[in-house]
């Protein structure tokens, strides 16, 4: 372990123990997690009575990325934008306001609250210049778990995420407080990839990075490339990641140590599962526990190849298929105090069972204009692209459904739903207990999911995350029916 390496993760305990220390810090920046101050330039809320303000200002301007500087869209001057920490219960009022030359609004994923109003209303627009104030409550029974906001304006989403605008949300609650997972050293992992010149301006993609939905080479973990983060021996670390990249799929795996999966998009799983790898597709979150059963040293965490299809001739071939890398490093540094084991149980997760109603949704794709590009690809759900005036699908408030999705496409689509958390069918008809808002649909496969909706009625959506996708039209409405 050279002497640079440790200067520069000396600190990363900090982080930890200052997001727990004080109620009132709700949205601290991630990238000091290793650095000094991990609290300086944080926004400072006040909390009194389960209330939760949070000021987010979206800009565009040079920001600092990776060591260096990217003219980038962020919120609150950093990319990623702040992490904001909320708990069950809590009122919230997240103030946005738009300082970018073009629209913009907010969603947030993940999170169990009303599709309408000025709660999670991606139908929301704010002009430049305009501020809002989203408000809602976050259910007193909301999992605990890692979640995110970004843009989600319909043919402006990939770019302004692309361009930086995306901030984890994290609430606490019961997985937290399993001993070993409270004495487990915790990190925030936001995997985000740009295209950056020389001079640190953006890149444009050009249409047919679109098709295949625009991947960068500069790949970033909470703004830093290649962060290390401590272990001690006999401890634990957890790693809490988030693929808030556009388009580009995450195959992880760390050298020497298996990954224990602990909880999934929506929250903990019933008991840790053991992982060589684990595939992270854009918009979803793993929480894994690392073991530092070594006697020391310095492990890199890999991104392996992954294929996510081939977006045939016109696009350019095979899609997604780096050679290795490595995104970060986990190297250890003194010992616990008392060795801490993978705990056995974490909590009790419910197996949603099989409902009366099943559908089917069917991805595909067209020619099609695509807007300031000339002709190209269109990305369709049933065989229609988005349209905010339409009811693609009408369900009804307390329902439990299967959903079918059908890819007739040669490449992945990672499909997401809004409002409600989902469970994925096996071939036994049985759901996995594990909550998900995201699914990968395999090139020319097919996943079926189970959901329930519950608590809020209102129009919400589901679109594939390769957000280029979503913007060239793979998205549809679901009216929930109360
Ligand atoms: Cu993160 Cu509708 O998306
Ligand atoms: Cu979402
Ligand atoms: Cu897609």
Known sequence: MDVTRRAFVGLAPAVGVALTAGASEIATPLRSASRVHALDGGIHAASADGRRDVELVAKEGWVDLAGSRGWLLAFNGQVPGPLIELAAGDDVRIRLTNQLAEPTNLHFHGLHVPPDGTADNIFLELSPGEAVTYAFRVPASHPAGLYWLHPHLHGLVARQVSLGLAAPVVIRGALDAVAEVAAAREQFLVLQDFELDRSGRPVDPGGRALMAGREGSIVTVSGQRRPAYTIERDG????????????????????????????????????????????????????????????????????????????????GGVVGADSPFELATVVYEGRAASPVDIPQVLGEVERLPAGPVSRTFVLSEAMGMMPGRGMGMRFLINGREFDHARTDARVRLGAVEDWEYVNTTGMDHPMHVHTNAFQRVGPDGQADPAWLDGVVVPARGRVRIRIRFTDFAGMTVQHCHILDHEDLGMMSTVLIEG
Do not use: K
């Open 236 to 315: 634990l670390l957890r790693l809490r990641l988030l693929n808030a990249s556009v388009s580009r799929f995450y195959r992880l795996s760390l050298e020497g140590h298996p990954l224990h999966l602990i909880a999934t998009d929506g929250g903990s799983l019933a008991s840790p599962e053991t992982l060589d790898e684990l595939l992270l597709a854009p918009g979803e979150r793993r929480d894994v526990l690392i073991q530092g059963s070594r006697d020391g040293g310095s492990y890199r965490l890999m991104n392996l190849p992954y294929n996510r299809g081939s977006a045939g001739m016109m696009m």
